[in-house]
């Protein structure tokens, strides 16, 4: 291979997973796209894994937010509190994982008039304790050596809240069509 036939990182343009949505007006908007895509996949793996290296296996990532949703605060939620936090429109979804984490003595069902309640068990809140040890330790620690200050993660935080309104605005809008 020739130094010529190598290319340069001028030539490679934006990372994207799909070059037609690339080629339309904002380029860029397909390349966060796929950061999303790949990020998303590494959280759900972190997820799992960390939940599991804390000592709770065979919880889905859904199961593992859903967890510490709940424990949130330490107060008590609603099917619908915890819809609207995560952003799900499918209860069902949610409503499957609470019967799971319920099985596992992780979370306590209870009721607020007619409406069901959940709120973290003391076995569910010694698992998201010992979850935050493990981010801390392999997590935490690595994203402070790679230099990354709290204000800028924060600010991508931001940036991804009022882009998930952009997402949902547009998704309502294909809705119509």
């Known amino acids: 291979m020739t130094k010529d036939s190598v290319p340069s990182n001028a030539n490679i343009g ?3 997973s799909s070059s037609h949505l690339a080629s339309g007006n904002m380029p860029s908007l397909s390349e966060m796209e796929y950061a999303l895509t790949v990020a998303n996949h590494a959280f759900s793996r972190w997820m799992v894994r960390c939940m599991s290296a804390a000592g709770l296996s065979g919880l889905a ?5 859903i967890l ?3 424990n949130h605060r330490d107060r008590e939620k609603t099917l619908g509190d915890l819809c609207t936090m995560l952003n799900i429109e499918d209860t069902h979804v949610v409503s499957y994982a609470l019967k799971k984490l319920v099985s596992l003595d992780l979370v306590i069902a209870g009721k607020r008039g007619k409406e069901k309640t959940v709120q973290i068990s003391a076995q569910g809140a010694q698992a998201c304790a010992k979850y935050k040890e493990v ?3 392999l997590l935490t620690s690595s994203i402070t050596a790679m230099g990354l200050k709290e204000d800028e993660v924060s ?3 931001k940036m991804l809240r009022a882009l998930s309104g952009q997402y949902d605005q547009a998704a309502r809008g294909a809705a119509s069509l």
């Open 68 to 70: 510490h949703s709940v």
């Open 155 to 157: 600010q991508v935080a």
């Open 61 to 65: 990532p859904l199961e593992v937010q």
């Open 135 to 137: 981010r801390e330790a």
């Open 14 to 16: 934006p990372i994207v």
